[in-house]
T-cell receptor, first 114, second 113 residues
Framework: KAGVTQTPRYLIKTRGQQVTLSCSPISGHRSVSWYQQTPGQGLQFLFEYFSETQRNKGNFPGRFSGRQFSNSRSEMNVSTLELGDSALYLC?????????????FGPGTRLTVL | AQRVTQPEKLLSVFKGAPVELKCNYSYSGSPELFWYVQYSRQRLQLLLRHISRESIKGFTADLNKGETSFHLKKPFAQEEDSAMYYCALSGTAGGTSYGKLTFGQGTILTVHP
């Protein structure tokens, strides 16, 4: 099976702009989670979507939002970008049926805010 | 609240030496613990998970609920083990894990020849 893919891989934006990142999960996986990775804060959970519904949410401001489509693909959006939003954004997918499931990570989108 | 602590940011050993990467957690319910690894220029990938009780690439980890620890061990380190290692925790409900992982800050392991 193809792995988790994320597009674009790199983005440069300026403060105040908005950005949309895309994630395609492994075929058959219904759960998509998003994480922000920075040198200072490490890996932090943003939110999880399952069957087009947000199921879990981390401690990020409302400027960070996401959605999931019927084919399980997911997008996250960051509005009114701030310098501190510069980070590697990772998405991960899992089948999320019963039991404990591993999350499989994509390569990430590197966002730079100038 | 759930928390994962990896006390060592950097760990250096020589090839063939034993290695132990420490992980402590805090969670009020029944957690599932994982170790993820990130090799240079590669994506984050699962190394092992507690529920599987398996040994991957010679690494093992034992969940100690009394000490709330999940340390990663390998008896003989290899140069190819050099990487960033993350300990992660997932809460569970009714035996099913949530789609949220809480990560430790990571430990950079360097294995010298």
């Amino acid at each position: 099976k193809a792995g988790v893919t994320q597009t674009p891989r790199y983005l440069i934006k300026t403060r105040g702009q908005q950005v949309t990142l895309s994630c395609s999960p492994i075929s058959g996986h219904r759960s998509v989670s998003w994480y922000q990775q920075t040198p200072g804060q490490g890996l932090q959970f943003l939110f999880e979507y399952f069957s087009e519904t947000q199921r879990n949410k981390g401690n990020f401001p409302g400027r960070f939002s996401g959605r999931q489509f019927s084919n399980s693909r997911s997008e996250m959006n960051v509005s009114t970008l701030e310098l501190g939003d510069s980070a590697l954004y990772l998405c991960a997918s899992s089948p999320q049926l019963a039991g404990v499931h591993t999350q499989y990570f994509g390569p990430g989108t590197r966002l730079t805010v100038l | 609240a759930q928390r994962v602590t990896q006390p060592e940011k950097l760990l250096s050993v020589f090839k063939g030496a034993p290695v132990e990467l420490k992980c402590n957690y805090s969670y009020s319910g029944s957690p599932e613990l994982f170790w993820y690894v990130q090799y240079s220029r590669q994506r984050l990938q699962l190394l092992l998970r507690h529920i599987s009780r398996e040994s991957i690439k010679g690494f093992t980890a034992d969940l100690n609920k009394g000490e709330t620890s999940f340390h990663l061990k390998k008896p003989f380190a290899q140069e190819e083990d050099s990487a960033m290692y993350y300990c992660a925790l997932s809460g569970t409900a009714g035996g099913t894990s949530y789609g949220k992982l809480t990560f430790g800050q990571g430990t950079i392991l360097t294995v010298h020849p």
